[in-house]
Structures are given as C-alpha cells and as structure tokens.
Nanobody, 123 residues
Framework: QVQLVESGGGLVQAGGSLRLSCAASGYTYSRNCMGWFRQAPGKEREGVAALDRDGSSSYADFVKGRFTISQDNAKNILYLQMNSLKPEDTAMYYC?????????????????WGQGTQVTVSS
C-alpha cells in the first residue's frame, strides 16, 4: 500500500505558475511509475504527465512545453511544475502510482491515488 498526499494547488491568474507536490509514503519501493492526472467537473479524468523511476517521462499534448514532471527519490516526492497556465487547466489534480514501468497516461493503469489538490486559473 502506498499513501499519496498532494499539495500546492490554488488560485492563479492566466499566465501564472504553480508547483504541485505529491508526498509518497508506505511501500514506495514497489511503485515504479508515478503520474499526474486531472479532472474537471463533468469531464473524464485525463493524464497530464507520468514519470518512471528510471527517468522516462511522457506528457499530454496539451501541456507539452508548459508543464514539467520531476521527482526527488530521496524524499519520495513527485512534482509538477506548471507554467503559462490557462483557464482550461482548471481542474482537480491527482497524483497516482503503479508498480509497472511505463510512463502511461491512462488512469485505469494506476492503482494508488491521492485525494487531489484543486487548481483554478482565472482569465
């Protein structure tokens, strides 16, 4: 079992930046891939970025060049640096983890989830 706790969300104006953090605890050694997902009201959960323990990463097209995923393995913290934010980035952002390698963005592949942190971008 892995526990994930997100933080860093908030209200920001369009064009601004936020950095999300996800602190992992428990059997973190058993999880080889972590990712960020988001869900807006009335919409399906979608993958934002994912990162394997070996450093391989993937990004959704709508965040490429704006968001960066990274991790501090020593502290078991996953980050998502979000720049040039747009109103359409408004959503609840979730951290997730899975045992298998493969930086996939399909949320059904992930077994462990945090409670989420709200990001609101005003125009």
């Amino acid at each position: 079992q892995v526990q994930l706790v997100e933080s860093g969300g908030g209200l920001v104006q369009a064009g601004g930046s936020l950095r999300l953090s996800c602190a992992a605890s428990g059997y973190t050694y058993s999880r080889n891939c972590m990712g960020w997902f988001r869900q807006a009201p009335g919409k399906e959960r979608e993958g934002v970025a994912a990162l394997d323990r070996d450093g391989s990463s993937s990004y959704a097209d709508f965040v490429k060049g704006r968001f960066t995923i990274s991790q501090d393995n020593a502290k078991n913290i996953l980050y998502l640096q979000m720049n040039s934010l747009k109103p359409e980035d408004t959503a609840m952002y979730y951290c997730a983890a899975k045992a298998q390698y493969g930086a996939a963005l399909w949320y059904l592949l992930y077994s462990d989830w945090g409670q989420g942190t709200q990001v609101t971008v005003s125009s």
